[in-house]
């Protein structure tokens, strides 16, 4: 039988072995260069560490232990990312919103971009972005990795929720982490429902609170779970509030789409929207949040000089009003707070481009609105008189509403499979397009 | 099933008073700063002088937007609300105090230390001699602190 510390000493060589065979090979959008590197670096610093520890120096064994394990996860996680199981086009824009929210100073570099792979697992409920923590860890560069549902590859549109998950990347950055939290402590969580963690957990067990809320507090209440001690017991009062603040940085970024990934994935984890979480306040309360968000935002605007255009856009918006809870205690901040909430955020996000979401045009909006109607991959294509083709840049995120107005349309003449698969072509046209504008323009 | 589970205790003091061990070493044997994990430790004490700087030491994994957990499912709570770092800002702050003097400029301080992390890592743009004896003694203070 081996030691600890010897058994340790053999797993880095197995540990090296690994890193060897797996990501020599190219994985991820730009190859796996630097992942190599970076993971090379953390093993030796472990193995040498390992080295100098004493084989009597349990508490440095367990630690090291802990660190090379963390280490072999993160290298099967990449490993699994070479197998494309998702949107690629989607992807590629994504990234370039999330290398510019998530750039930030190191030692060498004082506006390092993240490194971001991608992989996908599980289904509805797998998105995510997982950020390494920032706090003392064996690693040098933070590697962050985008995680899609293996069930909903294609489904560009539900993709919109990502959006969500960069405001966790966004508070994960020191410098934004100040600046993000100044404005929603400002004008969130000073005053009202979300003041402190006693005011937040006095309106979930409030008389008015809704059927669905009481029982779920009931059954919790027989094990011993109370007002009192709702939150640090059961569930986290901070993770409330950074949840709350990543849905307006989704909101900010991804506008009208956001809105309705989050209605339409919540509510189906949730029908009802009565259901708080360990780290997730009531569906019912984000949903109506995030209504009065667009609105104030002058997302849901059908001020549109075409009719059918117009049509469209308040059927889809009427269809997303229409998810709203009629129960004010569903609303847990005024329209003022979220007014100013979401417009702060914006002005920091427009100091990030491409992060925050741009106004579409009515001329763009509904070409791409035509183009699916048509069953046509939404792009800034156009013939025009005289056979005349003119190219110009369009926004992917404008190309996702079109397919969410698409989607909500009346009667529904294409499936919601297939908006998304035009949509998610589209997008991979469009950046051809956008390639040979640059192109051309120079 | 897996065949053991365990409370991850958090590390984060642990590891910081040994990356600032480290790196105050440095200082006598600069060539051992150079070599690629010796960057691990370095990019670790410049990333926690950021998080001091903004007062940005919010740090919980998060799950995903869509991971409804029901409470019946999930281990006991908390496991995140701890205040890992309460002990390393505490450090932080002595440290600097000690090195830089009381009425130092907080951002200045920082800055300082984190030139002289950078003149280990790339032997470039070396700080001034008082920035570097300063730096190993904030260091050095720091790892003692958490001690």
Redesign the interface.
Known sequence: MRNAKEFLTQECGNLSAVLEETLRFKYGLEGSKEFF?EC???L??LA??LTGTPETNF??LQ?LS??LSELAKLISRMERSSLGEYSWPFVEELKRIAVATCT?????DPKTPPQIFVLSGGG?????I?VE?????????RIHSI?FPRTLKHFVLLHS?LG??LG?AI??C??H??AV?TIVNRELFSTGHFANPPATAAWLYANGAPAGVKK?LA??AGRG?TQGNFF????????WI??IT?DFIGLVTFGPSFVAA?SN??YS??PDGT?P????PP?GCRGNYLLTGASVRGYDTDAFADATLKRAVEAFWTSMRGRRQIDPWFDVFTPDQIRNTANQLAVLMDTLPPASYPMPDERDLLLLVNQLARGVPPVGYEIGAGQAVSCRPIDFRHSLYAGWITAYTPPPEISFAEINRLCEHGIMQQRAIDMQLSASST | MSTMSRFEADHSEELARRFAHLAAAYFDHPSDAKVPAARIPLENLFRMLQMFRYDAFSDEPRSGILEMRGFDEQMPWPVSDEQWHSRIEAALRTALNDAFGNNANKDEAVDAVQAALRWLATNANAPSPDVLQRTKRFLERFSAALT
């Open positions: 590197e090379q670096a953390r030796k610093f040498g560490e508490d440095a630690k802990m660190l930030e100073a190191t030692l060498t509805l409920g797998s998105y995510a997982h923590v920032n706090r003392p860890s064996g690693s040098r560069m995680v929720i969500h998950e966790h508070w994960k020191s410098q982490q100040k939290r779920i059954g919790l779970v640090g017991k059961i569930a986290s009062w901070p993770a950074e949840e990543c989050e994935l919540l984890c949730n259901l979480g360990p780290q997730h569906v």
